[in-house]
């Protein structure tokens, strides 16, 4: 628990004490009049915030006062402390303010007078560090510690391993009180700022400039002038950490601007910094593919540079050239003389000198440096060197849906590419392919280009050759939510080639978050035909209005969701997949009744072999970063009757298996039921007080051979199933899980019987027999995946 959170459990000054005493480690110490004392710090503490830390200051200084008159120690430093807040100074600053003997104290501490309080608050106003517990709670820690080994106050160093942090608290601290400041400039004034010891800035050409006015300061951005409207902070904030950060880190903290952009706006713009580490891996690997010339021989365009991490590596600066949306990266690169030789130019690659015909018109801006089109146009050997955008229309940032990201001028031309032209690292590459036909293309990106269904278009009109690559977790880029695989690909490209390269599978290198090899891995790109969602027949949608559900007993709400009120001809459940790729597999579930989703499939009695297949091979896999976007296939032999007949055990007792009974469910304003097929006993095997509507499981099951471990798993699954019926449930878990019918599904049972657990006012149920048959069973299936080749490796 942190020290914040254990301060607001506090409910004494005594706590108070005791667990600042335990954070700080503090070991010869005593508490008296002094609330904390040692030999190298007072504490002032109180069990409230409500206290200024002027008022405790000025109670500690009483004591401070005292010890002066009786020539008593005074340690070095003094300190304030509450639940809240905290602050810290050295005794010297105060001393010989203090020897004057010039203030009326008051009785006792706590009973000091307002002259003592505005006196001592004048005073002491520029030379006590202060820290917000909840925000700066590490940096508190350390500089306490730090002033009793050192026996001076260290302020925070920035760098690398926090500047995130850093920038944080300075936008709370300072950025919201710069007046009329947009808040996508926060990380140019926050480096023009932490880029300044007091009097010059260590860096000349930054895009912002730290000023001062009559002692105060003062941002300049675009030749406007930006003044603080509180300038406490400002000076709170610089009390607690040191500028400029060290020389070795300052260039490098300039070219991490990327990850202090806002994340709504970089998760649109798709702006991702590339590790320094994972670019060496880039460059090794370039040499290995192209020869070790290839800085000599190649023209390089990166036309997503940034602040140009993907080129610090090149020794020969002037074959590069360098273009990024955002015009504050070239003047970063010019502060820190990034690649001094480059051609760096401001340039939209996916708007610019683009025609309404979708062709390149480079007169339209008159940006592109004549060198580059003269290379281009006299067919030089050129390599494009990029980390596009991955912003996707239709995902997510925040509470934002990014409807408009891929509205590009590029992929205004695009329509004959459907679903693919949405991605912008798409558009990147058609550009390419159309500007630069037969360039050597370079990229960072996820591997849906390569093997996913919605890019089959894509790549029948792209023609490549692969030359070698690696793919790394996608943790090694900030700012990158999920786990799956960044690959770094070389494609050798001929769009005017009569002879097509189709791509059929690509074996990479495997890096870690770290950058460090551990493998390899094939990806492959399969035909949609041969996927397993395309395995099973799909039941035609009747006439029947049913129930949507969100859940196994939950109705729909969304609007998206309303669209499950179909059902199909002699349909038992509804089974719902998103997506042929491992990513998605862990989404899946059956439900009673219908579901809002694209990929749901109704299960009838002709069907139902197949889904549990599909669903147990997809269940099955663990997703990891690595396997992420593999492809779930056909199976490649025919499937024996005891692989099917386990993989039904396993999905029906599978915690994915929502299939349930209920009356009263309420949608629309009318009362719906829903009845679950998937019992596989009979009333009278479980001890049922009452009829199940459908028997159908039970009969699909009758007269099938059962392995061992399907078998363990229905006599385990039946004591459950017993023990429910054994007893009655309390009014309020009946009421969650519509337990109103005896028919009640595995979701319901498995959910009643836990409830009961954690209640203790029943007899226990131990679901531990029944855990080691259903892992026994899964062990047995998981080899038969890649044996029927459900996924390939």
Same mark, same amino acid.
């Given at each position: 628990?942190?020290?914040?959170?254990?301060?607001?459990?506090?409910?004494?000054?005594?706590?108070?004490?005791?667990?600042?005493?335990?954070?700080?480690?503090? $070991?010869?110490?005593?508490?008296?009049?002094?609330?904390?004392?040692?030999?190298?710090?007072?504490?002032?503490?109180?069990?409230?915030? /409500?206290?200024?830390?002027?008022?405790?200051?000025?109670?500690?200084?009483?004591?401070?006062?005292?010890?002066?008159?009786?020539?008593?120690?005074?340690?070095?430093? @003094?300190?304030?402390?509450?639940?809240?807040?905290?602050?810290?100074?050295?005794?010297?600053?105060?001393?010989?303010?203090?020897?004057?003997?010039?203030?009326?104290?008051?009785?006792?501490?706590?009973?000091?007078?307002?002259?003592?309080?505005?006196?001592?608050?004048?005073?002491?106003?520029?030379?006590?560090?202060?820290?917000?517990?909840?925000?700066?709670?590490?940096?508190?820690?350390?500089?306490?510690?730090?002033?009793?080994?050192?026996?001076?106050?260290?302020?925070?160093?920035?760098?690398?391993?926090? @500047?995130?942090?850093?920038?944080?608290?300075?936008?709370?601290?300072?950025?919201?009180?710069?007046?009329?400041?947009?808040?996508?400039?926060?990380?140019?004034?926050?480096?023009?700022?932490?880029?300044?010891?007091?009097?010059?800035?260590?860096?000349?050409?930054?895009?912002?400039?730290?000023?001062?006015?009559?002692?105060?300061?003062?941002?300049?951005?675009?030749?406007?002038?930006?003044?603080?409207?509180?300038?406490?902070?400002?000076?709170?904030?610089?009390?607690?950490?040191?500028?400029?950060?060290?020389?070795?880190?300052?260039?490098?903290?300039?070219?991490?601007?990327?990850?202090?952009?806002?994340?709504?706006?970089?998760?649109? /713009?798709?702006?991702?910094?590339?590790?320094?580490?994972?670019?060496?891996?880039?460059?090794? /690997?370039?040499?290995?593919?192209?020869?070790?010339?290839?800085?000599?021989?190649?023209?390089?365009?990166?036309?997503?540079?940034?602040?140009?991490?993907?080129?610090?590596?090149?020794?020969?600066?002037?074959?590069?050239?360098?273009?990024?949306?955002?015009?504050?990266?070239?003047?970063?690169?010019?502060?820190?003389?990034?690649?001094?030789?480059?051609?760096?130019?401001?340039?939209?690659?996916?708007?610019?000198?683009?025609?309404?015909?979708?062709?390149?018109?480079?007169?339209?801006?008159?940006?592109?440096?004549?060198?580059?089109?003269?290379?281009?146009?006299?067919?030089?050997?050129?390599?494009?060197?990029?980390?596009?955008?991955?912003?996707?229309?239709?995902?997510?940032?925040?509470?934002?849906?990014?409807?408009?990201?891929?509205?590009?001028?590029?992929?205004?031309?695009?329509?004959?590419?459907?679903?693919?032209?949405?991605?912008?690292?798409?558009?990147?590459?058609?550009?390419?392919?159309?500007?630069?036909?037969?360039?050597?293309?370079?990229?960072?990106?996820?591997?849906?280009?390569?093997?996913?269904?919605?890019?089959?278009?894509?790549?029948?009109?792209?023609?490549?050759?692969?030359?070698?690559?690696?793919?790394?977790?996608?943790?090694?880029?900030?700012?990158?939510?999920?786990?799956?695989?960044?690959?770094?690909?070389?494609?050798?490209?001929?769009?005017?080639?009569? $002879?097509?390269?189709?791509?059929?599978?690509?074996?990479?290198?495997?890096?870690?978050?770290?950058?460090?090899?551990?493998?390899?891995?094939?990806?492959?790109?399969?035909?949609?035909?041969?996927?397993?969602?395309?395995?099973?027949?799909?039941?035609?949608?009747?006439?029947?209005?049913?129930?949507?559900?969100?859940?196994?007993?939950?109705?729909?709400?969304?609007?998206?969701?309303?669209?499950?009120?179909?059902?199909?001809?002699?349909?038992?459940?509804?089974?719902?997949?998103?997506?042929?790729?491992?990513?998605?597999?862990?989404?899946?579930?059956?439900?009673?009744?219908?579901?809002?989703?694209?990929?749901?499939?109704?299960?009838?009695?002709?069907?139902?072999?197949?889904?549990?297949?599909?669903?147990?091979?997809?269940?099955?896999?663990?997703?990891?970063?690595?396997?992420?976007?593999?492809?779930?296939?056909?199976?490649?032999?025919?499937?024996?009757?005891?692989?099917?007949?386990?993989?039904?055990?396993?999905?029906?007792?599978?915690?994915?298996?929502?299939?349930?009974?209920?009356?009263?469910?309420?949608?629309?304003?009318?009362?719906?039921?829903?009845?679950?097929?998937?019992?596989?006993?009979?009333?009278?095997?479980?001890?049922?007080?009452?009829?199940?509507?459908?028997?159908?499981?039970?009969?699909?099951?009758?007269?099938?051979?059962?392995?061992?471990?399907?078998?363990?798993?229905?006599?385990?699954?039946?004591?459950?199933?017993?023990?429910?019926?054994?007893?009655?449930?309390?009014?309020?878990?009946?009421?969650?899980?519509?337990?109103?019918?005896?028919?009640?599904?595995?979701?319901?049972?498995?959910?009643?019987?836990?409830?009961?657990?954690?209640?203790?006012?029943?007899?226990?149920?131990?679901?531990?027999?029944?855990?080691?048959?259903?892992?026994?069973?899964?062990? /047995?299936?998981?080899?038969?995946?890649?044996?029927?080749?459900?996924?390939?490796?």
């Amino acid at each position: 628990m942190k020290l914040f959170e254990k301060l607001q459990l506090a409910r004494s000054e005594e706590d108070v004490k005791d667990i600042y005493i335990k954070f700080l480690g503090l $070991k010869s110490y005593s508490k008296n009049l002094i609330d904390i004392q040692t030999n190298e710090i007072w504490f002032e503490a109180k069990d409230t915030s /409500k206290h200024s830390t002027y008022k405790m200051f000025t109670q500690l200084m009483h004591y401070v006062q005292d010890a002066l008159n009786k020539g008593q120690y005074v340690p070095p430093f @003094l300190a304030v402390i509450d639940t809240e807040k905290a602050a810290i100074m050295k005794s010297e600053d105060v001393l010989p303010f203090l020897e004057k003997k010039t203030i009326k104290w008051g009785k006792s501490a706590s009973g000091y007078t307002q002259e003592a309080l505005d006196a001592v608050s004048a005073h002491i106003g520029t030379h006590f560090v202060s820290f917000k517990i909840e925000t700066h709670e590490q940096e508190f820690l350390n500089t306490i510690k730090n002033a009793i080994l050192s026996g001076d106050i260290i302020r925070t160093a920035i760098t690398p391993d926090n @500047l995130k942090q850093v920038f944080d608290k300075w936008v709370e601290m300072i950025g919201k009180e710069i007046r009329g400041m947009e808040q996508e400039n926060y990380a140019l004034l926050f480096f023009a700022d932490i880029m300044h010891d007091g009097t010059l800035s260590t860096h000349i050409n930054l895009p912002a400039e730290l000023l001062h006015k009559n002692g105060a300061p003062v941002f300049s951005l675009n030749s406007r002038n930006y003044e603080l409207d509180s300038k406490e902070g400002y000076r709170q904030f610089w009390t607690i950490y040191h500028k400029p950060p060290k020389a070795e880190y300052r260039n490098y903290l300039l070219e991490r601007r990327d990850s202090l952009i806002p994340v709504d706006e970089r998760g649109f /713009k798709g702006a991702f910094y590339t590790p320094l580490s994972v670019v060496d891996k880039a460059y090794d /690997k370039l040499s290995e593919t192209l020869g070790r010339n290839w800085q000599k021989n190649y023209i390089i365009w990166d036309m997503c540079c940034g602040v140009g991490n993907l080129e610090v590596k090149h020794s020969n600066h002037r074959n590069i050239f360098m273009s990024t949306l955002d015009s504050p990266d070239i003047d970063v690169m010019k502060a820190t003389k990034t690649c001094i030789a480059a051609h760096r130019f401001q340039y939209d690659y996916l708007n610019d000198d683009i025609n309404e015909q979708g062709k390149i018109d480079y007169t339209l801006t008159e940006k592109v440096p004549l060198a580059l089109r003269d290379s281009i146009a006299s067919g030089k050997k050129i390599l494009i060197l990029i980390n596009p955008p991955y912003a996707e229309s239709g995902e997510t940032v925040g509470n934002e849906a990014k409807t408009d990201v891929s509205n590009t001028q590029m992929s205004r031309s695009m329509n004959e590419f459907g679903y693919a032209k949405r991605e912008l690292f798409v558009q990147f590459i058609v550009r390419i392919a159309r500007e630069m036909p037969t360039a050597t293309l370079a990229m960072f990106s996820t591997l849906k280009y390569v093997n996913s269904s919605n890019f089959e278009v894509f790549r029948k009109f792209w023609n490549a050759k692969y030359l070698g690559g690696f793919v790394v977790h996608s943790k090694a880029f900030d700012g990158l939510a999920g786990n799956f695989p960044i690959g770094f690909l070389i494609w050798s490209t001929n769009q005017f080639a009569l $002879k097509r390269n189709p791509i059929v599978e690509i074996t990479t290198d495997v890096l870690d978050k770290s950058a460090n090899p551990i493998g390899e891995k094939k990806f492959l790109n399969i035909p949609s035909s041969l996927l397993l969602s395309q395995w099973i027949k799909r039941p035609k949608a009747n006439k029947q209005n049913v129930i949507p559900l969100k859940g196994a007993i939950t109705p729909a709400t969304s609007s998206k969701d309303l669209r499950g009120t179909k059902w199909a001809d002699n349909a038992i459940a509804c089974l719902i997949i998103k997506g042929p790729d491992v990513q998605n597999a862990s989404t899946q579930a059956i439900v009673s009744s219908g579901y809002g989703s694209a990929g749901s499939i109704f299960i009838t009695p002709e069907n139902l072999w197949k889904a549990a297949v599909i669903f147990a091979v997809r269940g099955l896999v663990k997703p990891t970063w690595v396997n992420n976007r593999d492809q779930f296939l056909q199976p490649s032999d025919s499937l024996s009757e005891e692989f099917k007949n386990d993989c039904l055990i396993w999905m029906l007792f599978s915690k994915s298996n929502l299939t349930a009974s209920a009356d009263g469910l309420k949608w629309n304003d009318k009362e719906w039921s829903i009845v679950n097929h998937f019992i596989p006993f009979s009333e009278n095997e479980v001890d049922s007080n009452d009829r199940f509507e459908s028997d159908f499981m039970v009969r699909y099951l009758r007269g099938k051979t059962l392995s061992m471990e399907s078998k363990e798993v229905l006599s385990n699954g039946k004591i459950l199933w017993k023990s429910y019926f054994n007893n009655i449930d309390v009014r309020s878990v009946r009421e969650d899980l519509k337990l109103n019918r005896a028919d009640v599904g595995w979701y319901q049972i498995r959910k009643a019987l836990q409830s009961r657990n954690l209640t203790g006012n029943a007899l226990p149920v131990n679901f531990d027999p029944f855990n080691i048959a259903y892992t026994a069973l899964t062990n /047995k299936l998981i080899p038969f995946i890649y044996n029927y080749n459900f996924l390939k490796t």
